[in-house]
């Protein structure tokens, strides 16, 4: 039917939906259209709502509405992933892209990613991806705790308790002091000199 309409975009994706993948190789199409690759190139390059991707010497095919759809979910699971983690600078990659609705490959999704990044509504460090405007922030309840971590370090500034004794002294989950300290360190108010040893700053 899209065929028949004309609707070339929405031939590929029906195709797409068909065949149950987010990209379609250029070799595929012009097989299941019994069509020359350059002949399928000229003609697909000329589609509206087509994404192409050039990976690797290859030339990949997606519908640019899911393209879209993409975008729009990473960009609201972060929104989400910043109130749920205030102490975290962001998501890994891997980690959203596994944990969106629609299966898509790990290259094509950081190409879609680095797209985002090009534009400036998102910002990938490394392999962790955030909203530009995120900013590390201790929440209210933690505020206590970050004084109390201050006062054991500064106690002993040359030689202060490594994170498995802070956790012990004051009595809080290890995983949870080791995240509230390194939002800390992003802070600047502790240096990490090895791994779970921390001194204050001025120190």
């Not at 290259?107 to 530009?132: C, K, N, Y």
Request: hydrophobic share 45%; net charge negative; proline share 4%.
């Amino acid at each position: 039917e899209a065929v028949d309409r004309g609707e070339d975009a929405r031939f590929l994706e029906a195709l797409l939906d068909e065949r149950g993948t987010f990209v379609m190789a250029l070799a595929t199409l012009a097989q299941l259209l019994n069509r020359r690759e350059e002949d399928v190139r000229r003609r697909v390059d000329r589609w509206d709502g087509v994404h192409v991707f050039n990976v690797e010497a290859s030339t990949l095919y997606a519908s640019a509405r899911a393209c879209d759809r993409v975008k729009a979910s990473l960009r609201q699971m972060l929104s989400g992933w910043h109130v749920a983690h205030p102490l975290a600078s962001g998501i890994d990659l891997e980690e959203a892209r596994a944990a969106l609705a629609e299966p898509i490959p790990a290259r094509i999704f950081r190409i879609l990613v680095q797209e985002l990044s090009d534009e400036h509504a998102v910002v990938r460090e490394g392999s962790i991806v955030r909203l530009p405007g995120h900013r590390i922030a201790v929440p209210d309840a933690d505020r206590h705790l970050v004084e109390r971590i201050t006062t054991l370090l500064g106690q002993a500034p040359l030689s202060p308790p490594d994170v498995k004794q802070l956790a012990i002294d004051l009595a809080v989950d290890r995983r949870r002091l080791a995240e509230l300290m390194r939002a800390m360190e992003k802070q600047q108010s502790i240096v990490s000199v090895a791994p779970d040893l921390y001194f204050l700053r001025e120190s």
